[in-house]
């Protein structure tokens, strides 16, 4: 159960638009979500979804012809607020990114060492031993065998898996409450995947850092998540602690992507098919966006966009039916 | 927001003016290009001679239209030659590697190794002067850039898996070249085209200019040029009419170029 | 006894790498290291491993993009490595491969019935069998026949994953790789392709080499499964068979790196250090060095493929 303390992170009615030629286009439309101290959040959906553009967000890293209202507290700061100085001061220290992409989240012309050398130097004011002694200490942290000679080396002469755990090194060497990571293990091999979620986890338990994870990947996220936020068409339509997620899910969207994945017993079964496709970002539907797809829609669901309801003070969904299904 | 770049658009409409004054020069000039007329001889520019005459009382604007005939027939031919082959062998060489892509690029390669004006030079020395080889020469001197462009595409694309699947089921190599990778390829390819014309342009110009090039009495900006130098004094406009034309269409051809390939960023 | 109808013996493929040194010999990537299998017709056969391990290697080789160094791949008892042109021509057609990035796999300046009609051209048929053919197979496989005159980008991923399974479709083989086929898509998509994969082989009695990384897919589509690692096969066995007593120590680390898997069979199993490089393959067995079980002799001596139990295979000294 998770105590009334104030947030880490409190997202308030997250709305953000693009300029287009076809006029504003909203690829969020309006979220709310809470990060704790020491917690893991999961935000979890599929391609489209709008969860990476609110991971960018926090961050303040979408391009110029973005729009961004509602609110985004982060230790008591509304971040929109902040100007591009005060920003930058917060990225790398306060909170930090990993992404999916190795090869192009890290510079691929800049020695490793470097590159995590480069957040201390921005934020810090140690000089160059003492920069060095904490790299070097960092990179061991993250599990990098013999970190001297690693120092040197450029992203490329790296495997994926030590790409990311330098990229997990940047992001942790200055101690940042509040890690993003958008996909990190997406595109590594399972083995290394496990790897790496054991040390996210290890981060998160040792050095009090919370964390956003950020994944398409259900089974991922059921792993090292303790609170999971289901993103569909812009919007959160689930927030449940994980494990209820997982056994009680209450929207129809989220019961047809469990039930969509192949599991021990599904041998020799149809998969289940959420029929149809997800709405384009320039659709703009009145009722629910999941309506058309779902098996469960009554007459007021075209109409009509729920609002959350709640099934335990940790569990809410955005269905006139969540909790009768 | 405006969808065409603004390049685009100038080059458009440079190269289109000019095009027109060649097309209408096929069938009207106000004044006969070749008819001498000694009493108007070094006339400045007026109405009735818009660009003044030349030493032998030509009428300027009349030999200018002229020559630009040359100009885009000279461009366009040599454009087509280096644009045939150079992509023709860039092809195969891309494609096919191995032994084969490294022969051909040692000799592209030793192609770009002279300046290409150079290589135009030497080769008119060796067959001669006049339209046809100026031409020749130049279609050459273009070639390899074509040839290493399309290699360069050629080489990434034939790793992709679109390749692979044509060939998994059996669609030809020469199909796959030119009916499959080929129309991937195709942007960079006439952004060269359009800087290959204004090149080529440049350099029969150059080679006109050298008396090496067009040869008289077939007009031609570059021979305008040499011809004018001894009178600059006299009639500057008859030197500095041709310089400006030749100008106007390389810059026109350069926007057009940068302006497709603008567009290209654009779409990405 | 079901015929086989794909067989595989000792297939290797060696890839040579230029001179550094003028007195030292070239190493070698030895991407397949010596691969048998055989596939009976009508199965979903797996072939699960992670990067490096080969089995894209594979896929290519049996289908014929690349040429092996070493062995020989059957089809009908027919050792297609040995035959002369037109026979390999009518063998390329009876063995298909669908792409693991379909985007990738679709000319992105054709349109779909472009795509489509090439091979079809290929083969020399006429051009009212071919709309024929291309409207037949967009039925099959559920696209609408307005979707022929679109792009590649102007369809949704799951369209052009299925134009891609239609690709492979298209010239009737009967046997088919799947590359990857559900990797990159998203879930509720990779329920529908496979459902569509299987409602296929039932209607065209295809058989199916699955490729994937992910064991909970495989587990799910395919019937046997052969694990990879490094260019060989470490073990071999029924696919429910192998998940519920996995014997080989890659493949028990495999199974329980699976994530968000509750009611583990097995502990949550983390392999030190990564994966090895096909360049420099360990000594002996090559899984030594990440193996919690290796012995002494597992360094120096390699494995050889035993069947353990019945039909269940693995290349292993515990064994």
């Known amino acids: ?325 | 927001m405006d969808k065409r770049s603004i390049n685009l658009r100038i080059g458009i409409v440079l190269i289109s003016l000019l095009f027109s004054m060649m097309i209408v020069s096929l069938f009207y000039t106000p004044f006969s290009v070749t008819e001498i007329n000694r009493e108007e001889r070094f006339s400045p520019p007026s109405v009735r001679h818009l660009l003044g005459t030349d030493n032998f009382g030509r009428d300027v604007l009349s030999r200018i239209m002229k020559a630009s005939q040359t100009a885009f027939f000279v461009g366009l031919v040599a454009v087509s030659i280096g644009t045939l082959f150079g992509v023709t062998i860039g092809a195969v060489s891309g494609y096919f590697g191995g032994i084969v892509d490294e022969i051909i690029m040692r000799f592209i390669d030793a192609m770009m190794a002279f300046p290409s004006i150079l290589l135009a030079l030497m080769f008119v020395s060796v067959f001669g002067v006049g339209l046809r080889n100026t031409i020749v020469a130049l279609g050459i001197m273009s070639i390899p850039s074509f040839a290493r462009i399309t290699r360069s595409g050629f080489v990434q694309h034939k790793e992709l898996d679109y390749v692979r699947s044509a060939k998994v089921k059996g669609v030809s190599n020469l199909r796959i070249m030119f009916r499959h990778i080929l129309p991937n390829v195709l942007s960079p390819i006439v952004v060269a085209a359009t800087m290959g014309f204004s090149n080529a342009v440049l350099a029969e110009a150059a080679l006109s200019y050298l008396g090496l090039g067009i040869q008289p009495p077939n007009p031609s900006w570059g021979r305008m040029l040499s011809e004018s130098q001894v009178f600059i004094t006299v009639s500057p406009w008859y030197a500095i009419a041709p310089g400006i034309f030749i100008t106007l269409l390389v810059l026109g051809f350069n926007f057009l170029g940068d302006g497709i390939r603008d567009m290209r960023e654009k779409r990405k | 006894m079901k015929r086989d109808i794909l067989e595989i013996h000792n297939l290797r493929k060696h890839y040579r790498l230029r001179r550094t040194r003028l007195l030292k010999k070239p190493g070698s990537i030895k991407a397949l290291n010596g691969v048998s299998l055989s596939i009976s017709k009508g199965e979903s056969f797996g072939l699960v491993g992670e990067s490096g391990c080969g089995k894209s290697t594979a896929a290519y080789t049996i289908v014929g993009l690349l040429k092996p160094t070493e062995g020989r791949i059957l089809f009908k008892g027919d050792d297609v490595t040995s035959m002369k042109r037109d026979q390999k021509h009518e063998f390329r057609k009876k063995v298909q491969l669908i792409f693991q990035d379909t985007s990738g796999s679709l000319n992105p300046k054709g349109t779909v019935e472009w795509i489509l009609r090439e091979p079809l051209r290929a083969m020399g048929m006429q051009k009212g069998e071919i709309k024929e053919l291309i409207l037949e197979s967009m039925n099959l496989v559920g696209l609408d026949k307005d979707l022929l005159g679109r792009f590649p980008h102007e369809l949704s991923g799951g369209q052009k994953q299925r134009v891609g399974i239609m690709n492979a479709l298209i010239l009737n083989p009967e046997v088919v790789i799947a590359d990857e086929p559900v990797s990159s898509l998203d879930v509720s998509i990779q329920a529908q392709m496979l459902n569509l994969m299987n409602d296929l082989q039932e209607r065209l009695s295809l058989t199916y080499l699955f490729i994937s990384h992910d064991l909970n897919v495989v587990h799910y589509f395919c019937d046997r499964i052969a694990v990879m690692y490094l260019g060989e096969v470490v073990e071999l066995s029924e696919s429910e068979e192998l998940y519920r007593s996995p014997l080989h120590p890659y493949t028990q680390s495999l199974l329980s790196a699976i994530p968000g898997e509750t009611g583990h069979k097995l502990e949550r199993i983390i392999l030190e250090g990564d994966a090895p490089s096909p360049l420099n393959p360990p000594t002996g067995c090559f899984f030594h060095p990440r193996c919690f079980r290796r012995m002494a002799i597992c360094s120096s001596v390699k494995p050889k493929m035993t069947e353990v139990t019945k039909e269940h295979f693995v290349s292993c000294h515990l064994y």
């Not at chain 1, 638009?17 to 020491?38: H, P, R």
């Not at chain 1, 100085?85 to 192009?104: A, C, N, V, Y």
């Not at chain 1, 012309?109 to 995590?116: A, D, F, N, S, Y």
Request: hydrophobic share 40%.
């Open chain 1, 1 to 325: 159960m998770r105590t009334e303390r104030e947030p880490l992170l409190d997202i308030k009615d997250l709305k953000i638009a693009f300029d287009s030629t076809e006029g504003m286009l909203y690829a969020v439309k309006g979220i709310s979500l809470e990060v704790l101290e020491k917690e893991i959040v999961g935000i979890v959906g599929e391609s489209g979804c709008g969860k990476t553009v609110t991971a960018l967000s926090i961050m303040r890293l979408l391009p110029g012809n973005s729009h961004l209202t509602g609110s985004l507290f982060f230790s008591g700061t509304d971040l929109l607020s902040l100007n591009e100085e005060k920003i930058r001061q917060i990225r790398g220290k306060d909170i930090s990114m990993i992404f999916q992409e190795t090869l192009s989240s890290l510079n691929p012309l800049l020695k490793v060492g470097w590159q995590i050398d480069e957040n201390l130097k921005m934020h810090t004011s140690l000089y160059k031993e003492e920069r060095l002694s904490r790299v070097l200490e960092i990179m061991k942290a993250v599990g990098l065998p013999d970190p001297e000679r690693t120092y040197g080396k450029y992203p490329h002469e790296l495997s994926g898996g030590m790409r990311q755990r330098i990229a997990i090194a940047v992001a942790i060497v200055c101690n940042p409450k509040l890690i993003i990571a958008d996909e990190p293990t997406t595109s590594l091999d399972v083995t290394i995947q496990a790897q790496i979620l054991e040390l996210l986890r290890k981060i998160n338990r040792e050095r009090n850092s919370s964390m956003i994870f950020i994944s398409h990947n259900l089974g991922v996220v059921r792993e090292i998540c303790s609170i999971v936020y289901v993103m569909y068409a812009g919007h959160i339509v689930e927030k449940a602690p994980v494990n209820k997620l997982f056994t009680d899910p209450a929207h129809p969207y989220t019961m047809g992507l469990i039930k969509a994945i192949p599991k021990r017993d599904s041998k020799g079964k149809e998969l289940f098919d959420i029929r149809g496709r997800v709405p384009s970002i320039a659709d703009s539907i009145p009722g629910c966006p999941f309506e058309p797809r779902c098996d469960y829609s009554v007459e007021k669901c075209k109409k009509e966009f729920p609002g959350f309801k709640k099934m335990a003070s940790d569990h809410e969904a955005r269905c006139f039916l969540a909790g009768e299904i």
